[in-house]
């Protein structure tokens, strides 16, 4: 039998909820892979411990003001520790096979970007990157002739639906939601919802942010952008079904009536598994469905009303250049000001439509490069700071 290649990995955002699941699947493993970089930014102990156990070459902390903690935690293993956002950009360039692009925000774009350069396969749970950035990365990853894989359940769920297929014959795609912490919440009490609240979610454990924007379905927004980017198709062809229950991730609808749904477990080890082993479809230690004992499966149309972000999500589609750069910072800018307790729920979905429809139109269409989408994200954030001070005199 042919020993099995050593394949050259490195995680970004490896202290996260994605990163951790990363790592689980990887450790389970730990001589098929060569663990170069880990990244994080402030659980410096979870980073070193990690990087020592992975035995990485490199742990960086995105923040510049801890280096010496990771240091120490790190003396005595050989590991290079280093901080900062140039150190996340000299460890992203380090050669490698295949990257977990898993920061969470728009941080993750420059990092991910400097992965398809060396021409990595760069598995995508970063759906920030392609929202802000959508046409620079795939063109980035054409140019190096590197491979973007989905990661989000939803995405790898409609590319594990295509495979074999024609794209000329898909008629829709529909991504599902669970419909988030207050699906069945009265509408009147949205405003009065708590940062606790809203970091719950009743099916999928997952960083607090996302988990956030679970609830104000946001996260859902970001990733119809997300499935018109990465799959090419008009936003006319992309629906959400609210799907309360997480089993099924998605559904291709194809031009011969036929859909395709791709069913399992709301256990982010799945996507994370198939893009680490794609093409390949390899034994993961998730749950196995006993649909018999589920009984049933339930859907509803989404309510524009309690989620007005899938309606902006659909005006940026539409406008196209840096509106989604300009929607993602300002999305970003409006959570922050959630959990700070500066704004009340609802008011986030404000504050972005707000900035979506204040911005100067130069910003949103200037060219696709990295300096414009930054240009964008950074305008983008002080108009939501602003708007945000507005709203709370
Ligand atoms: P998380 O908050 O649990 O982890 C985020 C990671 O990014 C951590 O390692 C953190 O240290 C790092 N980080 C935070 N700010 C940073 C910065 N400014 N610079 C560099 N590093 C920084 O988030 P998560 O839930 O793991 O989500 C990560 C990404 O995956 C997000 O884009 C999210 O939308 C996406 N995603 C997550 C899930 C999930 O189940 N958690 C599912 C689908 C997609
Ligand atoms: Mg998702």
């Not at 490199?58 to 510049?64: D, P």
């Not at 900062?84 to 991910?112: F, H, K, N, T």
Request: include cysteine; proline fraction near 4%; charged fraction near 20%.
């Amino acid at each position: 039998m042919a020993r099995p290649v050593t394949r050259r990995v490195s995680i970004f955002g490896a202290t996260g909820s994605i990163g951790q699941n990363t790592i689980d699947l990887i450790a389970r493993d730990a001589e098929a892979y060569d663990v170069v970089a880990l990244t994080g930014a402030s659980n410096i102990e979870q980073l070193a411990a990690d990087a020592i156990r992975l035995n990485a070459d490199i742990a960086v902390t995105a923040n510049e003001g801890r280096l010496e903690e990771l240091r120490a935690a790190l003396a005595g293993s050989g590991i290079e520790a280093a901080a900062g956002q140039g150190a996340l950009i000299e460890a992203a360039q380090r050669p490698v096979d295949w990257v977990m692009s898993a920061i969470v925000g728009a941080a993750g774009l420059q990092p991910g970007i400097c992965a398809l350069e060396q021409g990595a396969t760069l598995a995508l749970a970063n759906k920030e990157s392609l929202v802000c950035a959508g046409e620079l990365i795939l063109r980035t990853a054409k140019q190096n002739g590197a491979r973007l894989l989905p990661v989000d359940s939803e995405h790898s769920a409609v590319f594990q639906a295509l495979v074999g297929e024609d794209m000329n014959a898909v008629e829709r795609i529909i991504i599902t939601a669970s419909g988030g912490a207050f699906r069945d919440w009265p509408l009147d009490d949205l405003a009065n919802a708590t940062l606790d609240q809203a970091s719950s979610h009743p099916n999928w454990d997952m960083g607090q942010r996302i988990t956030i924007d679970s609830a104000s379905m946001f996260n859902k927004a970001l990733e119809l952008i997300e499935t018109r980017e990465y799959f090419g198709v008009s936003p006319a062809q992309i629906e959400v079904l609210v799907h309360p229950e997480s089993m099924i991730h998605a559904m291709v609808g194809f031009r011969d009536g036929a859909l395709m749904a791709h069913v399992g477990p709301p256990d982010m080890r799945h996507a994370i598994g198939y893009a680490l082993h794609w093409p390949d479809r390899r034994a993961l230690p998730v749950e196995r469905l006993d649909l018999a004992a589920i009984g049933a499966l339930t859907f509803r149309p989404p309510d524009e009303k309690r989620w007005p972000a899938l309606r902006l999500a659909r005006e940026v589609m539409e406008r196209r250049g840096l509106a989604g750069a300009v929607f993602n910072a300002a999305k970003e800018t409006a959570l922050d000001g959630f959990i700070a307790g500066h704004l009340r729920f609802p008011q986030m979905a404000e504050v972005v439509d707000q900035v979506l429809n204040s911005l100067d139109p130069s910003h949103i269409d200037a060219q696709m490069t990295l300096d414009n989408v930054m240009n964008a994200d950074h305008m983008a954030r002080q108009a939501a700071t602003r708007a945000i001070e507005q709203t709370t005199g």
